[in-house]
C-alpha cells in the first residue's frame, strides 16, 4: 500500500458526461500529480500541484481541470467526457514540489479505471 | 524526438537469468532517475532513484546511469517468476515534470 488512495477504483460513464476523480496523498505530502494511462500510450503526466498551486502543467486537455484542496487532497474534473477518455487515471504524491539529490519518494495510488461508453 | 525513450519488448527470460532493461533521453542536462515496476494495471511501484551518473545498487537491482551516451539501465540479478511485470523508467525532464518511457513487458519463466 502506497498511502495514496483513489476514488472511485472503477468507473463508467456515458458520452458528454463529466466525472470527478478524488485523490489523497501520503501523509506529509504537499504535491500531487495526476497521470493517465491509456492502452495504446503510456503514462502521461497531466498536472502537478504543489501545497494547493498548480507547478506544472502537460498535455492536459481543456476539457480536463484539476484543484489542490487546503487539506491536500486533489480532484481532476474530465468533463464533455469523449471515448478516446476512457483510461486509467493515476495519482501520485510526494513531500516535495521538486527533484532533491537526496532522493525523491513519488508514490502512486492504485489509480481509477474510466470507461466512457 | 522523444525526451524518454524505451523499447516496449515484451521480453522474456528463463528463472534465473540476468535481465537487462535500458532507456534513452534526449537532454544530458537531466540528472534525476527513476525506475517503476507495474504489475498488471496496477499503481506503479517505485523501484530505484538515481541522482547524476553513476550505478546504485538494492538487492538484485541495480541501476546505472550513463550521462555521456544518455543512456539508463536497470539491471535485475537471479530473475523470478514474480518479476514478471512492465518497467518503466521514468525522468524529471522539466523542473517537476516526472516523464515515463513507454515500458518494457518482462516475463520471467520457471
Redesign the interface.
Given at each position: 500500500d502506497?498511502g495514496?488512495t483513489q476514488t472511485p477504483k472503477h468507473l463508467i460513464t456515458a458520452t458528454g458526461q463529466r466525472v470527478t476523480l478524488r485523490c489523497s496523498p501520503r501523509s506529509g505530502d504537499l504535491?500531487v500529480?495526476w497521470?493517465q494511462?491509456s492502452l495504446d500510450q503510456?503514462?502521461q503526466?497531466l498536472i502537478?500541484y504543489?501545497n494547493g498551486e498548480e507547478?506544472?502543467k502537460?498535455n492536459i486537455l481543456e476539457r480536463f481541470s484539476a484543484q489542490q484542496f487546503p487539506d491536500l487532497h486533489s480532484e481532476l474534473n474530465l468533463s464533455s467526457l469523449e471515448l478516446g477518455d476512457s483510461a486509467?487515471y493515476?495519482c501520485a504524491s510526494s513531500p516535495s514540489?521538486?527533484?532533491k539529490?537526496?532522493?525523491?519518494?513519488?508514490?502512486?495510488?492504485?489509480?481509477s479505471w474510466l470507461t466512457v461508453v | 524526438q522523444k525526451e524518454v525513450e524505451q523499447d516496449p519488448g515484451p521480453l522474456s527470460v528463463p528463472e534465473g537469468a540476468i535481465v537487462s532493461l535500458n532507456c534513452t533521453y534526449s537532454n544530458s542536462a537531466f540528472?534525476?532517475f527513476?525506475w517503476?515496476r507495474q504489475y498488471s494495471?496496477?499503481?506503479?511501484?517505485?523501484l530505484m532513484?538515481t541522482?547524476?551518473s553513476g550505478n546504485k545498487e538494492d538487492g538484485r537491482f541495480t541501476a546505472q546511469v550513463d550521462k555521456s551516451s544518455k543512456y539508463i539501465s536497470l539491471f535485475i540479478r537471479d530473475s523470478q517468476p514474480s518479476d514478471s511485470a512492465t518497467y518503466?523508467c521514468a525522468i524529471?525532464t522539466?523542473?517537476?515534470?516526472?516523464?515515463?518511457?513507454?515500458?518494457t513487458q518482462l516475463t520471467v519463466n520457471p
Open positions: 502506497s495514496v504535491s500529480y497521470y494511462q503510456g503514462l503526466f502537478q504543489y507547478r506544472a502537460g486509467l493515476f514540489g521538486t527533484p539529490s537526496s532522493g525523491n519518494t513519488i508514490y502512486f495510488g492504485e489509480g | 540528472q534525476y527513476m517503476y494495471r496496477k499503481g506503479p511501484e517505485l532513484y541522482y547524476s518503466l524529471f522539466s523542473g517537476s515534470r516526472l516523464t515515463f518511457g513507454e515500458g
